[in-house]
């Protein structure tokens, strides 16, 4: 029997501190836990805006009938998953590359040359996508996307009044297991001490 109603379940998603949004090229090592330090493989996006990471899973079901009007039946027809963020560091060589693609973005800022994007019809990249984020009470969640493309990207405003940001929306697409993406919750013994 379920032990009723805990408050200490009640969590809101907060971003990991020494960065929140990774990406990796798909050929990447995935990982499968919550706490094992990324490969060099994969780059901060940086800062994300205050409207966080969603996380919206589509289904859409269909219901068979039988002879006379009856339910008999309800099959899962499709499934959608998508996660929609806004990366707000726009001078961000690496979030350059991912909204544009890598062959499109060249130069650098600190070497003195500047960057420059080049904006055509590209195909996105598939990409991994970790999203780590602190828990309450030093509870911590890894969202690992194994196959992320972007379907979509806002519209880019440029004001004073606003950080400039990419507003994406990524599709994700099953694995070899079916899954489209996994989530991972860890908290050490006794780590209880914070909220």
């Not at 907060?14 to 919550?34: C, E, Q, W």
């Not at 055509?120 to 992320?148: F, L």
Request: charged share 15%; aromatic share 8%; proline share 3%.
């Amino acid at each position: 029997m379920s032990s009723g109603n805990t408050v200490t379940n009640v969590t809101a998603g907060k971003p990991n501190t020494t960065g929140a949004v990774y990406r990796a090229p798909i050929t990447a090592t995935i990982p499968t836990d919550p706490t094992t330090s990324l490969s060099a493989d994969y780059v901060c996006l940086g800062f994300c805006s205050d409207d966080g990471v969603t996380n919206s899973g589509n289904m859409e079901s269909e219901n068979i009938k039988a002879w006379g009007g009856q339910n008999v039946l309800t099959t899962s027809s499709s499934t959608d998953d998508t996660f929609k963020f806004k990366l707000i560091e726009a001078l961000n060589k690496d979030v350059l590359k991912f909204i544009y693609g890598s062959a499109n973005v060249s130069g650098d800022l600190t070497s003195g040359t500047g960057i420059t994007v080049g904006v055509n019809g590209y195909s996105q990249e598939d990409s991994i996508i970790v999203i780590d984020m602190i828990m309450r009470n030093n509870a911590v969640r890894r969202i690992v996307i194994p196959s992320a493309t972007i379907s979509e990207v806002g519209e880019i405003a440029y004001k004073d009044s606003e950080a400039v940001g990419y507003d994406i929306t990524l599709a994700c697409a099953a694995d070899s297991s079916g899954k489209t993406h996994y989530e991972y919750t860890y908290r050490s013994p006794g780590g209880q001490t914070g909220a």
